[in-house]
């Protein structure tokens, strides 16, 4: 994995030079920005010249607004730049993210030492809020260029060596260590979706799971041959046009040293997906690299719970496969048997998702005997024409477990919204011919998607998170310019530390 950043904590000194960033809150008055009596001390005379600047750019400290000034008169810095925050008193966890976020891209082409100075009126700023604006930078350093070969200048710098000056700094950094492995687990989600298709087969990202190992999770792989010792038959229809082997993929992390039933995330890797015989369209074809969004998650989730040795059991399970329309792929009116003995009938080949996801909650179910059960999937377009990209799916047959995560999804801003179940959308997926078919029709694509996976959950508590507009091409945020966002990694280790650890 390769380093975005580099940062050191240290306390506020007497003096700085080189690339100087500090914080302004809102002032009262247009162009009078309120600095902390540590920043203003440290600028000395320099001061005077913010103030002038401030005033020339009526820049009040109003959040999002930055005024930089190079080489600035009465300072030793040979840039100066002064991040508004808004009203101090108001900063949240995820507002120090992105102002994390939006300091790094103001220093995208810096290759030199930065020096942040993490201080504001009024209050100290706390050791939780700096790792938060530091985990903030290291998310939006990454970049995923390793197949260019010609390198523009700025893609070609050096990233700079970060220090976060705040008088708590010991305390700053203990926190920031709890989440670098969360940072680390969304950037190997992001490496693994924006990888291309014909090197991220089913056998290499398999492989790529396996180096979970390096942080004490245990990895076990299962083969076709042992796919169809269990009966996988709706996983292994789904890659069987395809030259590649499926394999599903089972993660243990046992942090709560008991016996404690785990909590069980579960991710859809359709590693690339054609629509099989029933091809998609050429146009935007290429996007379907990242149909395996969801399992790409559950990886990242299972190094962040593990790098911070998080006192809970957690199984993750990835179903990996290529949906390719050779002649031995499945057609449209086959009918497949399950793992769990429910057989189904193969209307359309595009709704391939919902038959890797079905074996593998199944699977998760009867082996692992869950708290409960989290899938994430690319599941469905009709997802997007319901929500866009902002928000994610949710269905859940926990009040619970749903409300858990939505609070959760305020929380770190990757944020869902609950979506309906019920018997009468549960009908459009009867068949006429087997148990069940694989698709309900036009309207209400992603309900039955889920009324679908729903037939393999049981009792289990479980949700199910339809990340089809979150997981790629994702939204631009100040923290993340990727187009394989790592959506979710953030949004469950919140779900877990808030209401899973010991």
């Known amino acids: 994995m ?18 100087v960033v500090v914080l302004a809150a809102e002032g009262a008055d247009v162009g009078v920005p309120t600095l902390a009596p540590e920043t203003s001390a440290l600028l000395g005379a320099g001061a005077e ?36 925050v808004g009203k101090a008193g108001e900063l949240k966890a995820l507002d120090w ?35 938060e604006f530091a985990l903030g930078m290291k998310l ?8 260019k070969t010609k390198k523009k200048p700025e893609e070609a710098a050096a990233k700079p060596k970060v220090t976060l000056y705040i008088e708590s ?23 693994l979706i924006n990888e291309p298709a014909n090197v991220l087969t089913p056998t290499e990202f398999a492989k790529r799971a396996g180096d979970l190992a390096k942080v004490g999770v245990d990895v076990e792989v299962l083969n076709e041959k042992d796919l169809k010792k269990l009966g996988m038959g709706a996983l292994l229809g789904v890659g069987q046009g395809s030259s590649q082997d499926s394999h599903v993929v089972v993660m243990r992390w046992n942090g709560a040293k008991n016996d404690t039933p785990p909590l069980a995330f579960v991710g859809k890797g359709v590693v690339f997906d054609t629509g099989g015989i029933s091809i998609k369209q050429a146009a935007g074809m290429e996007d379907m690299k990242g149909d395996m969004g969801g399992a ?81 999937a690319t599941l469905t377009g009709a997802i997007m024409v319901a929500l866009g990209t902002e928000h994610a799916g949710l269905f859940s047959n926990d009040d619970s477990l749903a409300e858990r995560l939505a609070r959760a999804g305020q929380a770190t ?43 393999f959950v049981g009792d289990v508590p479980w949700a199910h998170l339809d990340i089809a507009g979150t997981a790629i091409n994702s939204p631009a945020t100040e923290f993340n310019k990727s187009w394989g966002g790592g959506w979710g990694v953030r949004l469950l280790d919140q779900l877990v530390a808030d209401h899973y650890e010991a």
Request: glycine share 10%; proline share 5%; aromatic share 6%.
């Open 169 to 191: 700094d010991a305390a700053a950094k203990r926190a920031f260590k709890k989440r670098e492995g969360v940072g680390e687990g969304v950037i190997i989600a992001r490496d």
């Open 296 to 376: 790409a998650c559950v990886v990242g989730l299972m190094h962040a719970l593990a790098s911070r040795k998080a006192k809970v059991n957690v199984v993750g399970l990835i179903g990996l496969v290529e949906n390719m329309p050779d002649g031995n792929a499945q057609r449209p009116g086959d009918i497949v048997t399950s793992m769990s003995g429910q057989t189904i009938e193969i209307i359309n080949t595009d709704a391939e998702g919902r038959l890797v996801l079905g074996d593998v909650l199944w699977y998760a179910k009867e082996r692992f005997k869950p708290q409960f059960m989290v899938d994430l």
């Open 97 to 131: 993210l992105k102002l994390g976020g939006a300091a790094m891209g103001r220093l995208s082409s810096v290759a030199k030492d930065v020096a942040i100075v993490l201080a504001l009126p009024e209050a100290p700023v706390a050791p939780e809020a700096a790792a």
């Open 49 to 84: 010249t913010v103030a002038r600047a401030a005033q020339a750019e009526r820049f009040s400290g109003q959040a999002g607004k930055v005024l930089d000034l190079l080489a600035p008169a009465g300072l030793d810095a040979t840039r100066l730049i002064v991040m508004g």
């Open 2 to 19: 390769p380093d975005t950043v580099k940062f050191s904590f240290a306390k506020i000194p007497s003096a700085l030079d080189g690339v």
């Open 413 to 455: 801003g990757e944020k869902v919204w609950r979506m309906p179940l019920s018997p009468e959308y549960d009908k459009l997926v009867d068949s006429k011919f087997a148990d069940m078919k694989n698709t309900g029709g036009r309207f209400g694509g992603s309900i039955t998607a889920a009324q679908f996976l729903k037939r």
């Open 140 to 147: 939006r350093a990454y970049a995923f260029d390793r197949y």
